[in-house]
């Protein structure tokens, strides 16, 4: 849903960078890639990334490096390649701007302290929605892309659950860290429910200036059909009878559907 959501975000009048696909900043992606190198994981193995925060020596370096190329002219990228020619870099950006990747959920506690008012919205889905999507990217991605993203983790429908559950443990662990005016967890299935209401609810805890029949607009884009998918998959219902009674499925009421 994270790519959902930034689309809509967009129309909503939040500036999300310049993207190479997948709606994610090209820049703060690349700077997030520079974190999985220092930490030495990745989007499927995440855990590394909190050694970090151990490492007070370490982390301060980390954090001097980012703030340096949010400086100009490196982070004219955030635009795009017409950023370079305009000049212009993250430090003068006027209204409200965000980026996504999901594992900001991991390196929140960075970006935090670099950015201190910053504002972080968590949407989160079934896993086992996210853990046969996973699977569906991972099994039909051409050689070009394999190289790149692919994990063989996410193959199975256990690995990519027990990966779900380790970024939705992580992204409810950073609340105290971020206090409630901090982040916004979002329900995917609450969401395509009632888009309007939740659409709103975003804007208010952004600050988005916009125009209720822009929200109104944007909310009849959302498709009530992707809640809870897997139910049309049989191997992925099975697979939900046995996982529906773990901790995060149980936490978040996708125990009983």
């Known amino acids: 849903g994270t790519s959902m959501l930034t689309s809509f975000l967009k129309q909503l009048g939040l500036q999300t960078g310049w993207s190479r696909g997948n709606d994610e900043a090209y820049f703060f992606h690349k700077l997030n890639l520079y974190l999985e190198r220092v930490c030495n994981c990745g989007w499927d193995n995440p855990r590394p990334f909190l050694s970090l925060m151990e490492c007070k020596s370490k982390k301060n370096q980390v954090i001097d490096h980012l703030q340096k190329s949010l400086r100009w002219p490196k982070s004219t990228l955030f635009y795009g390649p017409r950023g370079i020619l305009l000049g212009n870099t993250v430090e003068a950006i006027n209204g409200a701007w965000g980026w996504k990747d999901p594992r900001n959920t991991f390196t929140a506690q960075i970006w935090q302290e670099i950015f201190p008012k910053a504002k972080f919205i968590h949407i989160y889905r079934n896993g086992v929605d996210v853990a046969a999507s996973l699977r569906e990217r991972e099994v039909n991605s051409p050689p070009r892309l394999m190289s790149v ?18 970024y939705i443990e992580q992204a409810f662990s950073i609340q105290s860290m971020l206090g409630e005016q901090g982040i916004l967890h979002v329900r995917f299935e609450d969401f395509m429910e009632r888009p309007y209401d939740t659409l709103d609810s975003i804007v208010q805890f952004c600050g988005l200036q916009t125009d209720d029949d822009v929200i109104q607009k944007t909310s009849q884009l959302a498709d009530p059909k992707r809640s809870c998918a897997f139910l049309n998959n049989k191997d992925a219902a099975d697979f939900y009878s046995k996982v529906k009674n773990r901790r995060w499925m149980r936490e978040l009421g996708f125990d009983d559907l």
């Open 149 to 166: 993203y692919s994990s063989p983790r996410v193959c199975t429908l256990e690995g990519g659950f027990s990966l779900w559950e380790e």
